[in-house]
């Protein structure tokens, strides 16, 4: 079974879509088995971001990711990985498509509201990053013979 390292950014936690955005992925039918609001610190998110260290906006981005409460989350299932990138949609919000999160919500891709991990080994990196493992919660759901077969 597969996870997913997915967080609503200060913009969405601003915007009040937080509940929104949890319906959404807790509708889909897949697993919350982590959830924290945080205030990331500064080595947290260059951490986070380390792929982009070099990249123009490197800056700017954790100055956002930075500048207020984070909601982290951990979400379970099969294919949850590429399921939840599709589910939040294109990074820049004004190209991403209607349906999805950041397509419904957002226009700059400063603002695009929230991460999703983009593959399971990326997943595994962010989800030992914000979370200890006695913060994440194994769990069964008496729906699972509802959304497997
Ligand atoms: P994603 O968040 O869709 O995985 P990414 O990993 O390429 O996108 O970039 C991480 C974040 O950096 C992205 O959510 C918003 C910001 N970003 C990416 N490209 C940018 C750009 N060209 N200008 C400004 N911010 C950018
Ligand atoms: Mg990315």
Redesign the pocket.
């Known amino acids: 079974m597969e996870r997913t390292f997915v967080a609503v950014k200060p913009d969405g936690v601003q915007r009040q879509l937080v509940g929104e955005i949890l319906w959404r992925f807790e509708s889909k039918g897949f697993k919350l088995v982590g959830l924290k609001l945080i205030h990331p610190s500064r080595e947290l998110a260059e951490n986070h ?1 380390d ?2 260290r070099e ?1 123009p ?1 490197f800056g ?2 954790v100055e956002f990711i930075t500048s207020g409460p984070v909601v982290a989350m951990v979400w379970e299932g099969y294919g949850v990985v590429a399921s939840a990138r599709k589910m ?1 949609g ?2 820049n919000p004004l190209t991403s498509e209607p349906g999805t999160i950041r397509g419904d919500f957002g226009v700059n ?2 603002r ?1 509201l929230i ?2 991990s ?1 593959a399971v080994e990326t997943a595994q990196k962010e989800i030992a990053l914000w979370f200890k493992d006695d913060e994440l919660v194994s769990w069964e759901p008496t729906i699972k013979p509802w959304l497997y077969e």
């Open positions: 971001y792929v982009h990249r906006f700017s981005l939040i294109a990074t891709i400063g695009n991460h999703g983009d």
